[in-house]
Every structure is written in C-alpha cells, then in structure tokens.
C-alpha cells in the first residue's frame, strides 16, 4: 500500500458542484501538502499544513479551504468547482526535523476535471 | 520575485549523458532539490543539495552553486526508463519549496 494515498484518483465534475479530495498518509509525518499541478507550470502550493491545528494559504488558496481532520488526512475542497481548477492535485508529506533534508512524498494524484 | 528556470525539453540517446540545468532567484536559500516525475505519476526524490559542490548517487549526480544561484543534475548511461520530467526546487528562507516547471527528457534509441 501506498504511504501516501489520494482519492478519488480521477473525477470529473459540473462547475459549481462542491468537490473534496482526501489524503491519508501512514508516514507518521507532521506536515501535509496540497499542490496543483498544470502543464508548463511548475507545482503550486494551494495550503498547507504544519500539524493539526496549524492550517496556512500557499500561493493559490482562492477558491480552495482544507480541513486537518488528524496528523494522517488532510482534504481539499472546492466549494463551487470552476472549470480553471482542471488540473492534477498532488498530496504530499514531509517531516522538516534534525537531520531531514525535508524531502516530499507526494502520492499518486487527483486528476480532477471540472466541465 | 521567486523564479526557478530550466529547460522545457531536452532530447538525448539512450547511452549517452545528459546534464540539465537549473537557475534560481530566491529569498533565501536552504537546499535545492531535484525530483524526476514519470508522465501522469507522482514526483520522486532524487537529490538534494545544500551545499556547494557534487553529489552522487549511482547514474545521476547534482551541483550547486550558490554564488551563482545555480544547478545542474547531471545523467549518465542514459536508460529509456529515464524519460521523464525532471523538477528542480528550491526551499527558501521561509522552508517553502519553490519549483521550477520542469524539463521533459526525451530518450531516443
């Protein structure tokens, strides 16, 4: 099984539907990740999170809210899907401690597609 | 602003050796990664560099240079399972991981 898993993998939706994308993660780490993903643009941070009850806006968060539910699921959510949020989502995790390069994991993505 | 240049595409045979680049501007600086992301999967870890010089790991290997704001990962005995987009990332003052939009390495026979 995956460290770090996404669902649904693939789903395509109406806009203005309300659509949530949920994260497990079995790593035992502290920070969680949601990013996006378009072709020719590199990752982008929609929020993040530190610990359960550290939640932060990354450099897209319009549109988006997340809820840390507990150390290991993180869910984004759009209130009202808007065709511009077609794009991959990615999940990931790292665990920033002494000795840690910080590296991401990331898992398998979101393909969400909003018609 | 933040920016993380590198290259589109490249195109390279299999066998031979590749060294893709990577510049950036950032506030701060505190590593630079790189990540190689099969069509349609996750990004991996490849490497990490904090401090100037060479890093090695088999077949691929990363240089930093902080003075000048610039990378490059660098692989050798090319493999077709090497085709893939290669992300370079670089974790600013504030430990938030910047990311250039990848370069497409295309591996022909």
């Known amino acids: 099984d995956a460290d770090v898993t996404q669902t649904p993998r693939n789903r395509i939706t109406k806009t203005g539907k309300r659509i949530m994308l949920e994260c497990s993660q079995t790593k035992g780490h502290d920070r969680m990740y949601w990013y996006r993903q378009d072709p020719g643009l590199g990752l982008r941070l929609i929020y993040y999170s530190f610990d359960v009850k550290d939640i932060n806006k990354g450099e897209i968060s319009d549109g988006y809210s997340v809820s840390r539910q507990a150390q290991a699921k993180f869910s984004l959510s759009l209130e009202s899907a808007i065709p511009n949020q077609t794009a991959l989502y990615f999940c990931a995790t790292s665990d920033l401690t002494s000795g840690d390069t910080g590296e991401l994991f990331f898992g398998e993505g979101s393909r969400l597609t909003v018609l | 602003g933040q920016n993380i240049d590198q290259p589109t595409e490249m195109t390279a045979t299999e066998g031979a050796i590749v060294q893709i680049n990577c510049t950036y501007q950032t506030s701060g600086f505190n590593g630079l990664f790189w990540y190689q992301q099969h069509a349609g999967e996750a990004p991996t870890f490849l490497s990490y560099?904090?401090l100037d010089g060479l890093e090695e790991k088999g077949r691929f290997s990363s240089f930093l240079s902080r003075s000048k704001g610039y990378s490059y990962l660098l692989l050798k005995e090319l493999q077709m399972k090497d085709s893939a987009s290669y992300l370079c990332?670089?974790?600013?003052?504030?430990?938030?991981?910047?990311w250039g939009a990848g370069t497409k390495l295309i591996i022909k026979p």
């Open positions: 990332a670089v974790m600013d003052s504030n430990y938030q991981l910047i």
């Open positions: 560099n904090v």
